[in-house]
């Protein structure tokens, strides 16, 4: 019987594996998957019997984000102290693969937006099916963030052609601009991902987790920790405003749904 959780670990052959299991939703992190998230990279790294995590989605897409579509119970209204607060466990989250001790590798196929492609930026490595999309779409919707973590990885100009257009790319060109390592045929990405992890396993634990650990520090020291603290900061009272691009937005889910009104939104971009 197949694992019914929205989250979890498993080992195969070797490799541990944190599994995003919310196929119907594209893998949206919802509020109680984002401490979920937390364990599971906690329970990878508690397992003696691997040093490579993967970190994959069930389904076509690998995640489409945090869950947006009104799910969720908590209403944070207009209160910035509040949203902060929801803001952070998002960040702790998103960053889950960062804080694990051993490597960790994005598998990625289909759509990784948002709180998603955030979440596989902050992995060690990221192979991608040569069908995947990624993207920071929030902003057309009036947010951006929390974690502006694509500055650190794609360089300035990039990173800011890609968050301030909300864009998605291929895989292609997520290559090209350094946010993948590896492109393969989407029929070939499980099989693809698990070998190179167990390429990497070869190494062996000790000095891959000393090795992970002095580049986290290399960039804390650099002030990746304080930067990514101040774009959750700055950001967080852009939630608790109301935008007209947001009132609209908002409007127009009330009215025709969720999905109409992101499809009026993309489509103001492809002129």
């Not at 803001?87 to 960790?104: C, D, I, N, Q, T």
């Not at 000393?210 to 020291?221: D, F, S, Y």
């Amino acid at each position: 019987m197949s694992d019914t959780r929205p989250i979890y670990y498993e080992r195969k052959d070797g490799i541990g594996y944190v599994v995003l299991n919310r196929p119907d939703k594209l893998n949206a992190i919802s509020e109680p998957m984002k401490a979920m998230l937390v364990e599971a990279f906690a329970e990878a790294d508690r397992d003696k019997e691997t040093c490579v995590t993967v970190l994959r989605g069930e389904g076509r897409s690998f995640c489409a984000g945090h869950d947006i579509s009104g799910d969720d119970e908590d209403n944070h209204e207009e209160n910035a102290i509040n949203w902060h607060e929801h803001l952070a466990g998002s960040v702790r989250s998103e960053m889950a693969p960062f804080e694990a001790a051993k490597p960790v590798i994005a598998s990625v196929q289909g759509h990784a937006l948002g709180g998603g492609c955030q979440l596989a930026m902050f992995c060690d490595l990221v192979i991608a099916a040569d069908t995947a999309k990624f993207g920071e779409p929030e902003v057309r919707l009036g947010y951006a963030g929390p974690a502006f973590i694509m500055p650190w990885i794609a360089g300035f100009r990039r990173a800011r052609e890609f968050i301030y257009f909300g864009d998605h790319i291929t895989a292609e060109v997520a290559h090209a601009y350094g946010i993948v390592n590896k492109v393969v045929p989407a029929d070939t990405l499980s099989a693809a991902t698990h070998a190179y992890a167990k390429r990497l396993s070869l190494v062996g634990p000790e000095v891959l987790m000393r090795t992970k650990l002095a580049l986290k520090r290399g960039l804390e020291a650099a002030g990746f920790r304080n930067a990514i603290n101040a774009g959750h900061d700055i950001v967080a009272a852009l939630y608790a405003t109301e935008t007209q691009v947001g009132r609209e937005f908002n409007s127009m889910v009330e009215r025709d749904g969720f999905k109409a009104a992101l499809g009026w939104r993309s489509n103001q971009f492809k002129t």
